[in-house]
């Protein structure tokens, strides 16, 4: 039964969808390399000089990609110190080490070279194969066409102002945010008449269908978000499959005008919202049938990566979550809101979207830092420069990147209150190596840092623990064309039941040389997106869980669920998996957002205090501490401005 099933999917096809590089697969933890494999890998230790090195181009599992995190975790269990040999002295000596090739890293470098100099020696260290962290490309070739996608960070955005630091940075990069109108076709899927839909799976729902989505619950991305019309709503009424009540709770939620905590002033209402989810919202205070919390759940998913469940109903407010327009609630953010709940105008005008996302920020600042890796000298010509990586880790060069290292060991030689130096221990390729520097910043993954340096205090090192990201899968599908779209009417679609809860026709965005499809029967990218999560567990226990299942999820697994959801969706419109997929890659973050701090959850967030991330980031003698996590704010411009902190740290000096 399966086989066939797997027929009819395409599970069979031979499209491109593993993790090949220069002829050998990249699974090079040092803990997990087989013998055969590590002999083969000897004589590639240096696979980046190769010109055929070019991740972006890598289909399969992506993001947190085998062979980039092995390492780490053997460190985690404590098992990496028994299997490394002693590491071998690179000689190496830096003015600064920066551990993570992410946005944060990247613009450490940029304002430390500009603060010391352009001849200072400055080497980043990063664990993937490719540098931008989260901000990352994906590129596919079908049909003589180069279509590009994001497998991370989506855009230049953020609920919270940019600073003018970051606001400086992207704008010294030669990005012009104000003219994103002129790149982007933003009425193209509209003028063809497509909207984004609702996708009701049998599972959750007892059949499968796909409705208009007459809210635009899922329509962001593609800046395909229609206004409510009564003939949506009809129609979503109609032909939704949702008990009678449902559908009256539904239409209720959206269009009653009710006060549901009477007697309570604006304060404390939100107060009280504070402190209950959304869910619990709905179901105990506006009563509305469970079938309509199942339509919701998913709803938050892409800002908080939880469901409504876990949600606080004064942040579904401060979202625009339907059940407040009665509420008299006064506008100011209330006590312990998220910043993405709080809305700001001028947050919303700074927009811009790279076809592949904030990786074009990454690739500029790489090109900045080392000239001859990118080609070309504009925001526009960045786009389709080909990146060469031969270039990245020079001898001679001031600015080094080196990937495929993951560094295991942070420490100063000495006392850290006098020390003159830092080592800084790295593993790559099954070996271990070191080099000496005279400041460090750790620009990685705060959970990993307690793992990298002993010499920290407890208290600092538990505040670092607590820093757990949050799981997400980014899903790139090329296809050969997408008329099964055009036929259904359908842009974007919200799938509230599904393995990934949205699938998105990616923005038509041309920039330079990149023209985005704008024919149905051309290829094009499909975005996914699923955030992994257990309802019902607190927000970091979900976090947990979902890390887990992402890290045991074969990528079989996740391809046969990405052409089952895919057919169910689009089949009525004529899409064949079989047929129309041309490549899949998976962009696997078990650790993707900075943890934001949720009133549900977190007292302190409410009642004030010093934060964890505030303890987490504080210098320690030459070490200091960067990361979109030493915000706890999972936005671009966060990485930006803690790496302009943590450079004027060692600066200031
Ligand atoms: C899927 C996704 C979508 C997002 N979308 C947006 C968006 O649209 N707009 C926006 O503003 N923000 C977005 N964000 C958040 C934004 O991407 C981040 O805030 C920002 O890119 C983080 O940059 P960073 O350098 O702080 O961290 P990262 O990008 O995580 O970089 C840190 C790097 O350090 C490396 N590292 C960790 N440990 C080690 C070690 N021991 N040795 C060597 N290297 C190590 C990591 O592998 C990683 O590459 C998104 C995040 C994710 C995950």
């Known amino acids: 039964m399966r086989d066939s099933k797997d027929k009819q999917l395409g599970m069979d096809r031979r499209i491109t969808r593993r993790d090949f590089l220069n002829g050998v697969a990249l699974t090079l933890g040092a803990a997990i390399v087989p013998s055969s494999l590590f002999l083969a890998c000897e004589r590639h230790l240096e696979p980046e000089q190769s010109p055929d090195y070019y991740p972006p181009a890598l289909t399969g599992l992506r993001g947190s990609h085998p062979g980039s995190f092995?390492?780490?975790?053997?460190?985690?269990?404590?098992?990496?110190?028994?299997?490394?040999?002693?590491?071998?002295?690179t000689g190496e000596s830096y003015d600064l080490v920066i551990v993570g090739g992410g946005l944060s890293g990247l613009a450490a470098a940029h304002f430390f070279r500009k603060a010391a100099g352009p001849q200072a020696r400055i080497l980043i260290l990063e664990n993937h194969d490719d540098f931008g962290g989260h901000a990352k490309r994906n590129e596919f070739h079908v049909a003589n066409r180069t279509l590009l996608g994001y497998g991370g960070t989506y855009s230049i955005e953020s609920p919270a102002p940019y600073s003018d630091v970051a606001k400086g940075l992207i704008s010294e990069l030669g990005i012009v945010v104000g003219s994103y109108a002129k790149y982007v076709s933003r009425d193209l899927y509209r003028s063809l008449g497509l909207t984004p839909n609702i996708f009701f799976n049998k599972e959750t729902f007892g059949t499968d269908k796909l409705v208009v989505d007459p809210a635009s619950l899922g329509g962001t991305e593609t800046g395909d978000r229609v206004g409510q019309t009564a003939e949506r709503w009809q129609k979503f009424l109609a032909e939704a499959p949702l008990s009678a009540k449902a559908k009256r709770d539904y239409d209720r939620i959206y269009h009653e005008q009710k006060d549901y905590l009477p007697g309570l002033s604006s304060d404390q209402k939100k107060a009280r919202m504070a402190r209950m989810s959304y869910a619990k919202f709905l179901t105990d205070v506006?009563?509305?049938?469970?079938?309509?919390?199942?339509?919701?759940?998913?709803?938050?998913?892409?800002?908080?990566?939880?469901?409504?469940?876990?949600?606080?109903?004064?942040?579904?407010?401060?979202?625009?979550?339907?059940?407040?327009?009665?509420?008299?609630?006064?506008?100011?953010?209330?006590?312990?809101?998220n910043r993405d709940a709080i809305y700001n105008e001028e947050a919303e005008r700074y927009f811009f979207h790279f076809p592949d996302g904030n990786a074009s920020i990454a690739r500029l600042l790489v090109r900045k830092l080392i000239p001859g890796a990118i080609p070309g000298n504009s925001a526009f010509d960045v786009v389709t420069a080909r990146a060469n990586y031969a270039k990245l880790d020079q001898r001679g060069s001031p600015a080094r990147i080196r990937l495929n290292s993951t560094v295991v060991r942070v420490k100063h030689n000495g006392d850290p209150s006098t020390a003159k130096e830092v080592e800084i221990t790295y593993a790559r390729f099954g070996k271990t190596y070191t080099v000496r520097a005279a400041h460090c910043i750790l620009a990685c993954w705060h959970v990993m840092i307690p793992y990298l340096c002993e010499e920290l205090p407890g208290k600092q090192k538990q505040a670092l623990y607590s820093?757990?990201?949050?799981?997400?899968?980014?899903?790139?599908?090329?296809?050969?064309?997408w008329e099964a779209f055009q036929k259904l009417g359908v842009s974007s679609v919200y799938a509230p039941g599904c393995y990934h809860t949205a699938a998105t026709l990616d923005a038509p965005v041309s920039i330079g040389e990149y023209h985005a499809t704008e024919s149905p029967d051309q290829p094009i990218v499909i975005h996914m997106m699923k955030t992994p999560c257990q309802p019902g567990l607190p927000a970091r226990d979900q976090h947990r869980a979902g890390r887990i299942e992402l890290f045991s999820t074969t990528f079989e697994t996740m391809e046969r669920n990405i052409r089952d959801q895919l057919v169910r969706t689009l089949g009525p419109g004529g899409f064949d998996p079989a047929r129309d997929i041309t490549a899949i890659t998976v962009n696997r973050w078990p650790h993707g957002y900075a943890y934001e701090y949720n009133s549900l959850f977190d007292d302190f967030w409410l009642e004030?205090?010093?934060?964890?991330?505030?303890?987490?980031?504080?210098?320690?003698?030459?070490?200091?501490?960067?990361?979109?996590?030493a915000g706890a704010y999972a936005y671009t411009d966060e990485a930006i401005n803690q790496a302009w902190r943590a450079v004027g740290e060692i600066t200031k000096a």
């Open 608 to 629: 004030g205090g010093e934060t964890p991330c505030e303890v987490a980031r504080k210098q320690f003698g030459r070490i200091s501490i960067a990361n979109s996590d």
């Open 467 to 481: 820093a757990a990201k949050v799981p997400l899968l980014y899903t790139n599908v090329a296809i050969n064309n």
């Open 286 to 337: 506006v009563r509305v049938d469970g079938e309509v919390v199942k339509v919701l759940q998913a709803g938050p998913h892409p800002l908080f990566g939880v469901g409504i469940d876990a949600v606080a109903a004064q942040d579904a407010w401060g979202m625009g979550f339907p059940g407040f327009a009665g509420m008299h609630l006064d506008p100011t953010p209330g006590k312990g809101m």
């Open 70 to 89: 092995e390492t780490a975790h053997s460190l985690r269990d404590g098992s990496f110190w028994q299997h490394a040999g002693t590491p071998a002295d």
